[in-house]
């Protein structure tokens, strides 16, 4: 959809260099999440933040920083990149917890290449 | 949070009726079902969503037995263009199990003509 967007689409870096990935939606949706997808892997939760200036880990949050200034505003940054974060990084967002709805809108992905 | 477990992969060919199941079985009272769509290069999209017993919309249709352990995606008719990886995910929301929703690996669906 197209109130979910991330840039850059795709992003070459080098190892040990800080990269960020931005993501941003125009549906004020109280929750954001940060997924990474690696073949074998399927999606796996990086980061998550229930509102402005509330995130909390997922599954595989070591090496990642986020931060939540502003609701429609959820980057994530890598503060020194390794080659195994090389992945396809996805930014999902949903409503909040008045609704019983639980489906997750996604962005189109940051495709992030570490050499 | 409950696991799920699904077929890898399934094959089919256009115009059959496809049924992917998925085992939750430790499944909460208070998680919901639901399952997504993702194709090459595209973030995951929402298909449907239930609680129990049958749901159908215009993509799909979902079916919960009573104990919930295990849901079947239901696609009628298949397409070329339904060639994807289907991804079952159980969650609450009171919980806040919903907060960490996991995807898992999905089943890559491939329907041929």
């Known amino acids: 959809d197209a109130g979910i967007t991330q840039s850059p689409r795709y992003k070459i870096t080098e190892t040990g260099r800080q990269v960020t990935l931005m993501c941003h939606q125009t549906?004020?949706?109280?929750?954001m999440f940060w997924y990474r997808q690696d073949l074998g892997h399927g999606l796996r939760l990086i980061y998550y933040?229930?509102?402005?200036?509330?995130?909390d880990k997922g599954e595989v949050p070591d090496g990642y920083v986020v931060s939540r200034s502003k609701t429609e505003n959820f980057p994530l940054t890598l503060e020194s990149a390794t080659r195994s974060q090389t992945s396809v990084y996805f930014c999902a967002s949903r409503p909040g917890l008045i609704t019983t709805n639980e489906k997750l809108f996604f962005g189109s992905g940051t495709q992030l290449s570490v050499l | 949070l409950a696991k799920t477990t699904q077929p890898i992969s399934m094959d089919s060919y256009e115009g059959q009726e496809v049924n992917i199941t998925c085992s939750h079985n430790?499944?909460?009272?208070?998680?919901?079902i639901t399952w997504y769509q993702q194709f090459p290069s595209q973030g995951p999209r929402f298909i449907i969503q239930g609680y129990k017993t049958k749901v159908t919309n215009e993509v799909a249709s979902l079916f919960i037995p009573a104990d919930r352990k295990s849901s079947t995606l239901s696609l009628p008719r298949v397409s070329l263009s339904d060639t994807a990886v289907y991804y079952c995910?159980?969650?609450?929301?009171?919980?806040?199990?919903?907060?960490?929703?996991?995807f898992g690996t999905g089943t890559q669906l491939k329907v041929e003509l």
């Open positions: 430790n499944i909460a009272t208070n998680d919901y």
């Open positions: 549906w004020s949706h109280s929750y």
């Open positions: 995910l159980v969650g609450g929301i009171l919980t806040g199990g919903g907060n960490k929703l996991t």
């Open positions: 933040s229930a509102a402005a200036d509330i995130t």
